[in-house]
C-alpha cells in the first residue's frame, strides 16, 4: 500500500509542479525562464530513475541524461550524446541565465525553424513543443511506477 501512495504522491508532483507551472510559463511566453525550469524537470524526472535519495549532490549530469536517455529518448538522447543539451541548456541556462552560443531558443513553433534542428550552425529548440515532451516524459516515468519497473521514491510534496 505504501508504494501507491508513493506512486499518488509523484503523480501529483508531475501534474502540479511540472506540468501545471511549466504550462503557465508556456502560456505567458516567458520562454528564457521557461528553458531554464525545462532543464531543471528533466533533470528532477531523471532523478526518479536512480536509487539515491533526491537530494544525492553531484548527480545532476547523470540525472539530466538518464531523463533524456530513458524518458525522451530519440533525437534528444542522440543530442546529448556528450553531454550536449547538458551542458548548453540545463548548466548554461541555470548558472548563467543565458543558453549556450550554440541554441536558438523559441517560445512557438513556426515555419522556418523545427525543434531539435540545426539552423547555421545553432541548435533550435522550441518551448512549445519541448513542454509537449516533457509532458509525456511525465506520463512515461509515471508507467514505469506503475508497471514497477522504477521503483517510487519518498518526495516531500
Given amino acids: 500500500m505504501e508504494n501507491k501512495e508513493q506512486i499518488r504522491q509523484i503523480e501529483l508532483f508531475l501534474e502540479e509542479v511540472i506540468i501545471r507551472e511549466l504550462g503557465k510559463l508556456q ?3 516567458l520562454s528564457y525562464v ?8 528533466v533533470e528532477i524526472l531523471g532523478s526518479f530513475l536512480d536509487n539515491k535519495p533526491m ?8 540525472r539530466f541524461s538518464n531523463g533524456i ?11 546529448n550524446s556528450n553531454y550536449f543539451l547538458y551542458d548548453k541548456l540545463r ?3 541555470t548558472h548563467a541565465f543565458i ?5 536558438l531558443l523559441l517560445a512557438h513553433r513556426d515555419g522556418m525553424y523545427k525543434h531539435l534542428e540545426y539552423n547555421d550552425g545553432k541548435l533550435v ?20 511506477l506503475k508497471e514497477g519497473k522504477v521503483k517510487p ?3 516531500a510534496f
Avoid: H, T, W
Avoid at 537530494?55 to 547523470?62: E, F, L, P, R, Y
Fill in 99 to 103: 543558453p549556450g552560443k550554440d541554441l
Fill in 125 to 144: 529548440l522550441i518551448g512549445e513543443v519541448f513542454y509537449e515532451d516533457i509532458c509525456r516524459a511525465c506520463s512515461r516515468l509515471l508507467n514505469f
Fill in 69 to 79: 536517455n530513458q524518458l525522451f529518448g530519440g533525437r534528444y538522447r542522440l543530442l
Fill in 55 to 62: 537530494k544525492a549532490k553531484g548527480q545532476s549530469s547523470k
Fill in 153 to 155: 521514491k519518498k518526495i
Fill in 91 to 93: 548548466n548554461q541556462m
Fill in 27 to 29: 502560456q505567458i511566453e
Fill in 34 to 41: 521557461q528553458f531554464v525550469l525545462m532543464g531543471q524537470a
